[in-house]
């Protein structure tokens, strides 16, 4: 059995939200009438080019199926924090200026962060409406079908989101039937969660976060770890965000690649939970017969974590000794736990394991967008910083659509503002060219 998300974002359609008096929201029938520009998506990507658009006085529309900050809202676990700073919160004109610049919000913080952003300027929202087809057309370059009916509009920003869909392997299917499957967008908290041992899939922020959540409150983890890194959370005496900031880290640019280290990483020390008793396993490779196996790379997996922690403390102390800024220096971390063996694979009932949360990542959704030329043979979306082939189609709120900043809160702001000149310039030359047709015509 596999679970979906507890609440259906689409039964909670047409609620309302504090910046409600202002939002054009409409409750029934037509959308509206035809558009110059309609954003696809009320998450922080569509709401930050709106509030520019908004700015520029460019005529647009804000289209959301469920309501603003839905993902927030409703796709992550209760005690779900964000893993970059608050500091690192910089919607367009609407940075975080609350008491703790160097902590990390939860999540009813995140949606009301987002939603006094919303509040600040008043987007031309209609929530409940879900778009469900895009082609392109005559006159009119695109027509949205929508549960509302159809729409056109000369522009479209898709900010879909790029974690919409559950990712989960294949090997999901061969689990024993009794086993009940969780994806991370659908884990709330531990008491939700079937009686009994959990196993938890994965070791990126996702699974790192949950399998903490549980072991907290009591419960018997078996974690499968990946070999996705770790970051600590200070070091020599400063938020280790920070100083990936003043090493200009997040505005790498797509062209420079990501670097020599992955900053997107978690800060938890799973070493330290093996100590009192979560159970640590190599990477999930396959199920048979109510057996779950793993691959021999345990000690690998830890150690790459670590090591790309290392990698960014040798990157600070470089930093340091060439400003030669005053940071008090730091001894490095030493690994509190150590594999006593390698467990290939595990009885799911004999282990008392009677549920599974698979933290094996997401992926983007864009399969109701009919419009082939806007994708690459990967069927992922062809663009340079989000402007595509297609004229007037765009896409916002991408990983590494610019930066590695990009899609997060850090960076989305300087990704909105180039969309919305690009717009803002097309609809000029859109302008020129019709004066031109109309005088050649004339
Ligand atoms: C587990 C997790 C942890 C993260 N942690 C951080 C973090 O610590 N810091 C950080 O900066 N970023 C973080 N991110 C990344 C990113 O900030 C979020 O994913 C963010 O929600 C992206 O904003 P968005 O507006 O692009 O997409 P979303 O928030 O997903 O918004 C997209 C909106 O579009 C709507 N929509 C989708 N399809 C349609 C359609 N066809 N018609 C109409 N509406 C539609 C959805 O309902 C949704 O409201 C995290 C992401 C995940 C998954």
Redesign the pocket.
Known sequence: MLLRPAVN?RTRALCSGPHGARSARGRSGRVSPDRDVII????????SISKYLKDDGVDHLV??????????RE??WDS?R???PNR??RLPDFPYNGPEPDG?MRKDEVVDYVEAFAASFGPPLHEG????ALRCVGSYAFVLE?NRGPVRARCVVV??????DAKVPALAGDVDANVVHLH?SSYRNPQDVPAGDVLVVGTG??GSQIAVDLHRAGRRVHVSTCGAPRIARRYRGRDVASWLEVLGVLDRDVDDGPGAFDADARDVDLRAYAREGMLLYGRLTGARDGRVFFANDLVANLASADLAMDRIKDAIDAYVARSGIDAPPEARYRAVWQPAGSVRELGLARAGIRSIVWCTG?AA?HD?IDIPAAFDERARPAHRRGVTLVPGLYF??LPWQHTRGS????G?ARDARFLADHIRASARNRAIENLENGLHFR
Request: hydrophobic share 45%.
């Open positions: 974002g696809i998506g009320g998450g922080h990507a569509g709401l289209l959301e199926r469920n309501r603003i900050a839905h993902a927030w796709e992550r779900f964000l893993v970059t690192e919160c990390h409406v879900d778009v469900r929508t900010a879909t989101g790029a974690y919409r991370a922020q996702s997401f959704a109701w916002l709120g899609a997060r809160f850090f989305i």
